[in-house]
């Protein structure tokens, strides 16, 4: 009896798998079946496969070809997202590798490039997806800047803002210098970091007396408008109503203000005040009207508006001003401190806060059927565990910052009109005809508009994925969606829960009427 011809994955996985493309046996259109449907996770264009992409897509491949096998109508989208700011970042990175700046391009000669890339490098972990024998209907194969998701994007950005629910305003963001982008809250991730408490003498004004104040980021007095103390802090009682001190190093005369907020058990009782560079600051100095003086270039370095220390690394400048308060007796002492710091989920950098010009969606109306959904069980998370971890993020829900000072995704519908003012539409006609309104300039042609400079945060995209996959977003009647949605079971990672499964069931209930899905597997814990 001859032995059976050793087993060979590249010739028989590849065999069949073709069989099974060339007779469109994972393909799915709208019948008399029960629908079945699976919308993947998109990964980045910017990602290759790794272990938890392995578990999680092998998940939907047992549920898909289980549900095929019980007679449903089994559909599996997949996709992949566009990733703005780490997609930017590699295009970048090869640009200079080629001698070539960013900053030296115009917008359409970088987004040229960008598509260049993407469509080098972008299909990979869908083709390494293939070799898996995942059984993605592939003809419904979906980008996150495809044209169909993109004319989805900038209809639901105009329907939520004549809706009243995206707004633009000066807010402290979370910066990164390294992207030189804002972040939402969504996208810090908290550490556990070693440093230092700086105990820096500010000298009271007409007097041979200092206030002693605690800070671990010495190198903010640079942009110091005031020092808080508590009212009620005996220290402080004898301090006349008008007192000023003096900035270290900087020689800026700022008043001494009194407030509650200020702790009297921690650190010394007196607050330094700088406005640009923390939120709990900038509320002080909106409730004072101190000045904001931002010194911080994008990148992190600092910029000009004081002549100290100028171009120098913010982390390098902390190193030096501390040399020099010690220098000049300044520096009363320093002692080891463990703190959160807040990094970016997308570089890995420290972000700062920063006030900045920035559009908002004001999400607390958008959450409240998305919170109910999933605490009456109309969604169900599987381990049940999450349904808390959701709840708290929900009821503590922020306003989302929308947008990226990027150029890779989608731009924000927005036209600036020549004398002040914008108007915000779905294309460039409907945009001069508002605008004409809005002026009552009938002469107003495209050329005196400018359309903002931002692009969309790529979750404003993925956000309606279970949607926009069926083109539900531009024709809300079409057959598809009516049949696939809502879609059945999620697969996908705990990390991701806020950023985009709680967005999903936000965008569910706003532009649908109802969940997204009906369970939420989460298979890594």
Not at 32 to 58: A, E, Q, S
Not at 247 to 258: C, E, F, K, N, Y
Not at 479 to 506: C, H, S
Request: glycine content about 6%.
């Amino acid at each position: 009896m001859e032995l059976a011809e050793k087993y060979s994955p590249q010739t028989i996985e590849s065999k069949w798998y073709d069989y099974w493309m060339e007779h469109r046996m994972f393909h799915s259109e709208p019948d008399h079946r029960t629908p079945y449907t699976i919308v993947i996770p998109p990964p980045n264009v910017t990602g290759m496969l790794h272990m938890g992409h392995m578990l999680n897509n092998t998940l939907q491949d047992v549920l898909i070809r289980r549900a095929r096998m019980q007679g449903l109508n089994a559909c599996w989208v997949p996709g992949t997202d566009h990733a703005s700011i780490a997609t930017e970042a590699k295009v970048v990175a090869k640009l200079k590798a080629e001698g070539i700046e960013k900053s030296d391009l115009t917008r359409e000669q970088f987004l040229a490039h960008a598509w260049e890339w993407k469509e080098k490098h972008g299909g990979i972990i869908l083709k390494q997806l293939r070799k898996l024998g995942a059984s993605c209907d592939w003809e419904r194969t979906c980008f996150t800047m495809d044209d169909a998701r993109t004319e989805g994007v900038i209809k639901v950005f105009v329907d939520l803002y004549n809706k009243g629910k995206i707004y633009r305003g000066v807010r402290m963001v979370n910066w990164d210098p390294s992207a030189q982008t804002a972040l939402s809250d969504e996208e810090v991730i908290y550490k556990e970091s070693q440093g230092k408490f700086y105990y820096l003498r500010y000298k009271v004004e007409g007097s041979d007396r200092s206030l002693i104040v605690a800070t671990t980021r010495p190198e903010t007095i640079l942009g110091d408008s005031a020092v808080c103390v508590n009212p009620n802090d005996p220290r402080y009682a004898d301090l006349p109503e008008d007192a000023r001190v003096i900035v270290p190093l900087v020689g800026r005369s700022v008043p001494v203000i009194r407030d509650e907020y200020v702790d009297i058990e921690f650190g010394t009782g007196a607050l330094k005040v700088t406005p640009a560079h923390d939120v709990n600051d900038y509320m002080l100095g909106e409730k004072y009207g101190l000045e904001t003086i931002d010194i911080f270039n994008p990148d992190g370095t600092i910029n000009d508006k004081v002549g100290l220390y100028v171009g120098m690394d913010r982390f390098e400048c902390r190193k030096v001003i501390e040399g020099d308060l010690q220098a000049t007796g300044l520096l009363e002492k320093t002692e080891a401190y463990t703190n959160n710091v807040g990094y970016s989920e997308r570089t890995g950098v420290a972000i700062e806060p920063k006030l900045s010009m920035q559009w908002f969606l004001s999400m607390e109306e958008l959450a409240k059927p998305a919170t109910a959904a999933v605490m009456e069980d109309v969604i169900k998370f599987v381990p049940e565990k999450y349904k808390n971890t959701y709840r708290h993020w929900m009821e503590n829900i922020k306003d989302w910052c929308i947008s990226r000072q990027l150029w890779w995704g989608q731009r924000i519908p927005a036209w600036y009109l020549p004398k002040g003012g914008f108007v915000v539409a779905e294309n460039e006609a409907e945009a001069l005809e508002l605008a004409r309104a809005k002026s009552g300039d009938s002469t107003l042609t495209l050329a005196d508009l400018r359309q903002d400079e931002d692009v969309l945060d790529t979750w404003f995209s993925s956000w309606l994925w279970p949607i926009s996959v069926f083109d539900g977003i531009r024709n809300p009647d079409n057959d598809e969606i009516k049949y696939y949605y809502p879609t059945n079971d999620l697969v996908t990672g705990p990390d991701i829960i806020f950023f985009w499964v709680a967005r999903m069931i936000m965008a569910g209930y706003e532009w649908r009427g109802e969940r997204p899905f009906n369970h939420v597997y989460t298979p890594v814990s």
